[in-house]
């Protein structure tokens, strides 16, 4: 049966005060116990995300259908573009079809959409991990390396129809190197081809860099026939194009004797940085780029042929400033030439600038029109490509494309996408495939029209002319279709990816380049292996299998993460080339001498490589070899089932029964309480290592590490058989094994010695025997005196400064010179004669005694109505005089 992916969108959620039931998980070849639990729990997260939604608002039934749980997917009114294109509709439908909206508060709708497309987003399934990783420089996977001093930039590769030479456009260089099967690259010939002085100081004078930008960039490098190469550069920012004669290997020379230079405007771009396509059909050059040196005037155009040189019409807006293009096919036994590119689109109204990502198509035969669009497509239509999974954030924007013609006729095309929303260490990549009858289907459908009312753009609903606009008819076409194609060269529908979702997702990393081979396997079935370079150097090798995409290996490319620039496979040779900033790597494409037992080479589940079991050894499949004892399960790897005597017995450890190599058995002789680490080896990224103890359970002083590592102190109690045991895809087998004898002392290097079977001795090794700690703990202990003498100096000056402080509270703040006689020469109240201080004033505190006189002061301190009787100190003295 088929996997299937581990999912928890479609599962009804409990009442609020109901757990919730975890869900019955399918059989998968790539989970494990942890993946398990951790859908379960996104799951669960789900759940609570839809009942705190339904307490926000009352609309519970809308916030459940944004987290994937409920309802069906419906699209908003035109108006909200975004949501129409990707989203479902945020109502409730009854069972006879009416629709009733309940109004949402904006802040409660917000939050349950974030909620709900962050908790879908990460329920959909599992991340595939790569089953094998190789770090740049391991042994286990040699790449052959080219560069040449002085020389960067290896962007442009173009193999040789017989596969034998590899030609690379570079910074102001053309190379020619030999390639073959055994995995070296050799030098044959260079073309320097650097920009004149003159074009050079005119890029210094238009504010480019002299250091990083004038020089002439190679972006297009295609064969013109069986002895020259078009080659065209950005030639300091004066896009130039030339001939090579490979007999020579030479740019053609002029009348002069000079290399003969062509104006390459729209065939090559003025700035490097800037993306391009080119593709040569029956020796006429098809390129999409960017026509002007501002960079916002994007162009689809054909040239050297004899016919009209057509483009598209900039001022038609037919493509937008900003379109960026990746990919361009001429597909065999079809009359069209498809562009894959992207561009901000405007048919959506929305507050912030969509990309979409787009295909467009042109017919070979078109001429161009008579009087309407002359000397410009007639035949010129684009429409959306949808990369998405179901309620997610769509996958908007594509950085490659390649098409691989099936055995069966049509072609797929594939193509990476990532998301504008999710960029950087959060975001994730894609890969889809588009059908090319899918693609026809779309190109024959409705159209979209802009409404010059509204200006919003609508589905053309009227009855399509005959022949119909667009088509690849014979002969030239009326003004009236003409005038129709200006207008209507949208299409209304988007193409939809083959299974309507990603072939392959995975998270915080960004594919820039692809490269696709349809690999036979034993029985005949093709299957897709995927070739995916990286932003930061590293090399997916994945296939494509009716239960998902499985990640079979990942190379690191380069010391330095940098992007990689270019990938081109040799299928004849079975050789895949990389270019990248300083020069070009050969990976083989199979690897099959890694595995070294019948179990790996089934769990590998890789197309390229099956298991003789004549010869016992995992080989490379290739046509024409006799596959009759060769043993290959790619859809479900189960070596239980496919290789003979696969089951391990007992404790045996022997590579010819259960796949176990005997160097992994080691044989110690420790000294007493000497820590020992004895590691796991992994094999697999996939797989569930456990250890197996002596007497099956673990004894005191002995301890798992992270990374699978057995710790132990090596005593009487510890002393036995351990055992690592791997376990993937329900076939378990020992990887380590280690006998620990009784400890004893006085042999071998100080506190340690060992006899070891196999291997050399550096993966076991004691953890700091006989160490002293007496300088750790002088350290601790002069720390630890510091801080207590700081924190009771801390604790003094704050008891001093409250002393302080009360001191000041309970004294006269007055100076004694002021509490002194003095004398008030007028008094307030306005009598004449001098005025004394009460005694009680003088000598007391600073506090004055207010007995007596609180009623003749008045309230609002406007005015003092006391006589000098009272300020005499006799109270009631101003009612006796009276």
């Known amino acids: ?316 807006r037919w493509l937008q400033a900003d379109a960026a293009f990746v990919a361009s096919f001429s597909i065999p036994n079809d009359d069209k030439v498809y562009f894959f590119f992207e561009e901000t689109a405007n048919e959506f109204d929305f507050f912030e600038g969509l990309t979409v990502p787009r295909v467009a198509q042109v017919c070979k035969s078109d001429v161009g029109g008579d009087k309407v669009l002359q000397r410009k497509w007639t035949t010129f239509l684009k429409a959306q490509l949808s990369c998405a999974q179901p309620e997610r954030f769509p996958y908007n924007v594509i950085h490659h494309a390649v098409a691989l013609p099936q055995p069966a006729g049509g072609t797929v095309f594939y193509g990476v996408f990532s998301s504008q929303w999710e960029m950087g260490a959060t975001g994730g990549a894609a890969v889809c495939a588009f059908s090319q009858p899918a693609i026809k289907e779309v190109f024959n459908g409705k159209y979209k029209e802009l409404n010059k009312g509204s200006l919003r753009w609508t589905t053309y609903s009227e009855p399509v002319m005959v022949p119909r606009p667009g088509s690849c008819s014979v002969g030239p076409s009326s003004d009236k279709t003409l005038n129709f194609m200006k207008e209507h060269f949208l299409m209304d529908e988007k193409v939809e990816p083959m299974g309507l979702r990603p072939l392959l997702e995975k998270q915080d990393v960004t594919y820039t380049r692809l490269a696709v081979h349809q690999v036979p396997s034993i029985s005949g079935t093709q299957y897709p292996v995927l070739f995916l370079g990286t932003d930061q150097g590293l090399l997916h090798k994945a296939v494509v299998l009716p239960g998902g995409t499985h990640i079979i290996e990942e190379i690191q490319l380069f010391q330095e993460p940098e992007a990689v620039r270019n990938l081109l496979l040799s299928p004849a040779k079975g050789m895949l080339y990389v270019g990248f900033s300083r020069g070009v790597l050969q990976v083989p494409v199979a690897n099959c001498s890694l595995y070294q037992s019948c179990a790996d080479c089934i769990l590998a589940r890789d197309p390229f490589c099956a298991w003789d079991s004549l010869s016992h050894a995992c080989r490379e499949t290739r046509a024409g070899a006799n596959v009759t004892h060769w043993l290959q399960d790619v859809e479900m790897g189960f070596p239980n089932d496919t290789c003979p005597q696969s089951r391990p017995k007992g404790r045996a450890i022997g590579r010819s029964q259960d796949g176990v190599d005997s160097s992994v058995v080691k044989t110690l002789s420790p000294a007493p309480n000497t820590v020992l680490r004895l590691p796991c080896p992994r094999l697999s990224a996939l797989a569930n290592y456990n250890w197996r103890y002596p007497e099956q359970r673990p004894s005191e002083g002995v301890a798992v590490l992270a990374d699978h590592t057995l710790v132990l102190i090596a005593q009487n109690r510890t002393a036995g058989t351990y055992e690592c045991w791997a376990s993937e895809n329900g076939y378990s087998r020992p990887v380590a094994r280690y006998v620990v004898q009784q400890p004893r002392g006085g042999a071998g290097h100080p506190g340690y010695h060992s006899r070891v079977d196999g291997i050399a001795e550096e993966g076991v090794e004691p953890l700091s025997p006989h160490r002293s700690y007496w300088p750790q703990f002088v350290t601790v202990t002069v720390l630890l005196a510091v801080t207590l003498v700081g924190a009771v100096a801390m604790a003094l000056v704050s008891y001093h400064d409250r002393l302080k402080a009360k001191s000041k509270v309970q004294g006269c703040s007055s100076p004694p010179a002021t509490k002194a006689s003095q004398q008030e020469k007028v008094p307030l109240s306005g009598a004449g004669g001098d005025f004394q201080f009460p005694t009680s004033y003088q000598d007391g505190a600073c506090c004055l005694q207010m007995d007596g006189i609180s009623q003749a002061i008045d309230a609002d301190n406007n005015r003092l109505s006391a006589g000098p009787g009272l300020m005499d100190g006799a109270p009631g003295a101003a009612a006796g005089k009276a």
């Open 1 to 316: 049966m088929s996997a299937q992916p581990l999912s928890t969108a479609a599962r009804p959620c409990p009442p609020w005060d109901q757990p919730p039931a975890l869900p019955a998980w399918p059989r998968h070849p790539n989970a494990n116990r942890s993946l398990a639990a951790t859908c379960v729990c996104m799951h669960v997260c789900a759940c609570v995300c839809v009942h705190v939604c339904a307490r926000l608002a009352p609309a519970a039934a809308a916030c459940s259908e944004v987290s994937g749980n409920y309802g069906d997917a419906r699209r908003v009114p035109r108006r909200d573009a975004l949501l129409q294109r990707d989203f479902p509709r945020l109502d409730r439908r009854d069972p006879g079809g009416s629709s009733t909206r309940t109004p949402v508060a904006m802040p409660a709708r917000a939050l349950c959409l974030m909620w709900g497309l962050a908790i879908s987003a990460a329920a959909l399934g599992p991340d595939p991990t790569p089953r094998v990783a190789f770090q740049w420089g391991d042994p286990r996977r040699i790449l052959p390396h080219f560069s040449l001093r002085g020389v960067s930039n290896y962007d442009v590769l173009l193999l040789s129809k017989d596969e034998d030479t590899l030609y690379v456009g570079a910074r102001d260089t053309i190379l020619s190197l030999g390639v073959d099967s055994t995995g070296t690259m050799a030098f044959k010939n260079l073309i320097p081809w650097a920009p004149m002085d003159e074009k050079k100081q005119e890029c210094v004078f238009k504010k480019k860099s002299n250091l990083t930008e004038c020089f002439n960039f190679i972006r297009v490098l295609v064969p013109l026939n069986q002895t020259h190469l078009y080659v065209c550069g950005t030639y300091a920012f004066s896009p130039t194009c030339s001939y090579v004669s490979l007999d020579t290997f030479t740019l053609v020379s002029g009348a002069q004797g000079q290399p003969l230079l062509l104006d390459g405007k729209g065939q090559s771009p003025f700035n490097p940085q800037h993306t391009y396509t080119a593709a040569l059909v029956d020796g006429e050059l098809y390129t999409g780029t960017m026509n002007n040196f501002q960079g916002n005037e994007p162009i689809i155009s054909r040239a050297l042929s004899n016919r009209t040189l057509l483009k598209t019409d900039a001022f038609l």
